[in-house]
């Protein structure tokens, strides 16, 4: 595709992105599937677009590859395809604000990323020793020596901060 035609073409998708994912959305009522819907679309006009650009109802062409992509779509039932048998469990937690969610980021951030990695998988994922021992490649022992500096860390550099014990991480 020449330089000028390759333009033409961006001009032209970013114009009406918008439009694009309003019929989308219409069509499936799912912004994630609305947003794969039109960037299908896109490619598939960009592959064709000597021959689209030359159409005279453009926008009709545009729309009818939305559509059939949407309706081969809905033929071939991905949207039925299910990765897991239930949701995952989401754990309810009281909102301590974004404040203190940033603090303790930050700190953790500060961490070395072994001590960080532990913590992560100790406190925010819930493993037990055994099994952050697993996923680390280390021993028990390691694990819980790591969880103890880790935790000092995060007491030095939180200070008097009673952040620990929310669980705004």
Same mark, same amino acid.
């Given at each position: ?15 009406? =992105?918008?439009?694009?994912? @309003? ?6 009522? &799912?912004?994630?599937?609305? &947003? ?31 559509? @059939?992509? $949407?309706?081969?779509?809905? /033929? ?6 299910? =990765? $897991? ?6 754990? /309810? ?11 303790? @980021? &930050? ?15 100790? $406190? ?9 021992? /697993? ?20 007491? @030095?550099? =939180?200070?008097?901060?009673? =952040? ?6």
């Amino acid at each position: 595709m020449p330089d000028a035609s390759e333009q033409e073409y961006v001009e032209y998708i970013s114009a009406r =992105l918008p439009m694009l994912h @309003r019929l989308a959305y219409s069509l499936c009522g &799912d912004s994630d599937q609305a &947003d794969d819907l039109v960037q299908e679309t896109a490619v598939r006009l960009f592959e064709r677009w000597s021959r689209a650009s030359r159409a005279d109802q453009i926008d009709a062409y545009v729309r009818t590859i939305l559509v @059939r992509l $949407f309706l081969d779509s809905q /033929r071939k039932g991905w949207w039925r395809i299910r =990765l $897991f048998a239930a949701p995952p469990d989401v754990r /309810r937690t009281e909102d301590h604000g974004t404040e203190d969610r940033t603090v303790l @980021r &930050d700190a953790l951030a500060k961490v070395p990323p072994r001590q960080r990695a532990v913590l992560v998988l100790r $406190f925010l994922h819930d493993l037990s020793v055994d099994e952050a021992a /697993r996923v680390l490649g280390c021993s028990a022992g390691t694990v819980k020596s790591q969880t103890a500096h880790g935790v000092a860390a995060m007491r @030095r550099l =939180l200070g008097d901060r009673d =952040l620990m014990e929310t669980g705004a991480l």
